[in-house]
């Protein structure tokens, strides 16, 4: 990687700060691709264990919770999720390059405000999971009506 050095000082005046970046578009491509990659990554493997447990062909709230429940307490799983935090937080580094000049800023707060950042989507992506599966389950009634698909072919009596 090389950097551009420009003439601002750290303040312990010992060694130049590298500053922005000009052509930002190439490091926020990346930086989105590899988070794109880790992130999806996971989704993807927590997908397939949970649509291998699915029996009957519905996926439900339950399905979705033993999925996650058993992932965080294999090897695998949580190698798989480790894997998709660091790829995600090296692909926020790389987004957040251009923008940011301190080192510190970019190699330690990035990377931990991405991995917390990615853990709070994660809970609201599957608390919403859960209430999408209990409201098509029929475990939480929302008074909403969809019908039943077959259309009325009797005519009105008048």
């Known amino acids: 990687m090389r950097l551009r050095h420009t003439g601002i000082v750290s303040a312990a005046g010992a060694r130049p700060v590298p500053g922005p970046l000009r052509s930002r578009a190439s490091w926020v491509s990346s930086g989105l691709i590899l988070q794109a990659v880790g992130a999806g990554g996971v989704a993807a493997y927590v997908w397939l264990k949970v649509r291998h447990q699915n029996i009957g062909g519905h996926l439900t709230a339950a399905t979705i919770r033993l999925a996650w429940h058993s992932e965080l307490h294999t090897r695998q799983g949580l190698a798989v999720m480790a894997a998709g935090a660091l790829i995600y937080a090296a692909g926020s580094v790389l987004l957040a390059r251009p ?46 009506d969809f019908g039943d698909g077959r259309r009325n072919t009797k005519r009105r009596q008048q």
């Open 99 to 144: 923008f940011i000049s301190r080192p510190v800023t970019l190699f330690v707060v990035v990377p931990a405000a991405a991995v917390a950042g990615m853990l709070v989507l994660g809970v609201l992506a599957l608390i919403a999971a859960l209430l999408i599966a209990a409201v098509v389950t029929g475990y939480l009634d929302l008074g909403l």
